[in-house]
């Protein structure tokens, strides 16, 4: 696939300290576009001058109000495939060339697979996906996608459910999904989720909400 036509969706929120080199070394393998969830750093300077397309946001809109605003855009430059992955360098960019051989060769979703998940929130939703659909992560912030799943769906997320809406729907749906096991490297800001119990909360509501559209 060429490069222009690869995606790669990074939200952004007062990331100044490593937006730069994400976007740097993701831009070898597809078009960076970042979007700036309102920060009030020089996410949006770095980001822009690395490479992004930067999509600005002049209220904060949260995780799944960025990843939305992100597949718009790259829907709209006409982008065949859409890969997420994280502003914080958690996610190795190298790891962008193993999602698009898979999607290269037939996978409609490809799942990053993280080392270790940090909250028991995201234990029990990884409990539920994997029993019901084999999906081990289903939180993992990597992820890659067909533009025709995002298509048939209509939308990236309608009930904030932390990038996992239109995972789901390709499951229950019976698309390909392909996932690819990673070590995740050491985080280097605070978590995007805010403390445990808001974390916790936030993870048990898209769970609910995804297990209630799954039945």
């Keep these: 696939m060429d490069r222009s036509k690869i995606g790669l969706v990074i939200p952004a929120y007062n990331e100044s300290a490593t937006i730069y080199n994400v976007v740097k070394s993701a831009s070898k393998y597809g078009q960076p576009i970042v979007v700036n969830d309102c920060s009030c750093d020089d996410t949006a300077i770095l980001a822009k001058k690395a490479g992004a397309?930067?999509?600005?946001?002049?209220?904060?809109r949260g995780y799944d109000g960025a990843l939305s605003s992100g597949f718009a855009k790259a829907a709209n430059i006409d982008c065949q495939y859409i890969i997420t992955l994280d502003a914080d360098g958690q996610h190795n960019p190298q790891l962008i060339e193993k999602f698009v051989d898979e999607l290269d060769?037939?996978?409609?979703?490809?799942?990053?697979?993280r080392s270790n998940k940090p909250r028991v929130s995201e234990h029990l939703f990884a409990l539920f996906t994997k029993a019901k659909f084999g999906i081990k992560d289903p939180l993992c912030g990597m992820k890659g996608?067909?533009?025709?799943?995002?298509d048939s769906l209509g939308h990236f997320d309608s009930y904030q459910s932390i990038g996992t809406e239109l995972m789901l729907f390709a499951a229950r749906n019976r698309y390909n999904i392909v996932q690819i096991p990673f070590i995740v490297r050491e985080r280097q800001d605070a978590p995007r989720f805010g403390n445990i119990i808001k974390a916790n909360t936030k993870i048990i509501r898209a769970m609910a909400l995804g297990v209630r559209a799954s039945i």
């Design 53 to 60: 397309v930067v999509v600005n946001h002049a209220t904060n």
């Design 145 to 150: 996608y067909q533009i025709e799943v995002y």
């Design 105 to 113: 060769t037939g996978a409609d979703v490809v799942l990053g697979v």
